[in-house]
């Protein structure tokens, strides 16, 4: 008798302990990197040089951080984006991606991009004016 009372409390225990723990989280959600296409860009616009924003579509602004100071980067009136082995450009860090730009002055300088971020419409509205595309 003694032995089945030590099962039946055994029992409650586990049963106790097992709904005392907490469920497992649910996966969150995968997040979703913004991306676009080169020829969907209409229009590119830098406050310094150290980023740059580009219009892409009617809509949307990215912003593209330099690795270091793309000399005169606030004074071009053309540029290229030169991607490596990839067909769209997405938001998030070292993304293979450079900015090429023709200077008389300078010449031809190639500037790494570290970190590509779609803005929010508020953020957009916040760029001072020389900066919006």
């Given at each position: 008798m003694k032995t089945l009372a030590t099962a039946a409390l055994a029992l409650t225990l586990i049963a106790g302990g097992a709904a005392a723990q907490p469920a497992?989280?649910?996966?969150?959600?995968?997040?979703?990197?913004?991306?676009?296409?080169?020829?969907?860009?209409?229009?590119?616009?830098?406050?310094?040089?150290?980023?740059?924003?580009?219009?892409?579509?009617?809509?949307d602004v990215?912003?593209?951080k330099m690795f270091g100071n793309c000399f005169d980067l606030s004074w071009l009136h053309r540029i290229g984006l030169e991607t490596h082995g990839m067909s769209d450009i997405c938001e998030g860090t070292n993304p293979d991606l450079d900015v090429?730009?023709?200077?008389?002055?300078?010449?031809?300088?190639?500037?790494?991009?570290?970190?590509?971020?779609?803005?929010?419409?508020?953020?957009?509205?916040?760029?001072?004016?020389?900066a919006r595309p």
């Open positions: 497992p989280a649910a996966n969150p959600p995968p997040t979703h990197q913004a991306c676009f296409w080169k020829q969907n860009i209409s229009g590119f616009a830098a406050h310094d040089d150290s980023a740059i924003y580009l219009r892409v579509s009617i809509r990215y912003e593209l090429v730009a023709h200077d008389i002055g300078i010449g031809r300088q190639r500037c790494p991009v570290t970190s590509v971020r779609k803005l929010t419409p508020a953020e957009v509205a916040a760029l001072p004016k020389d």
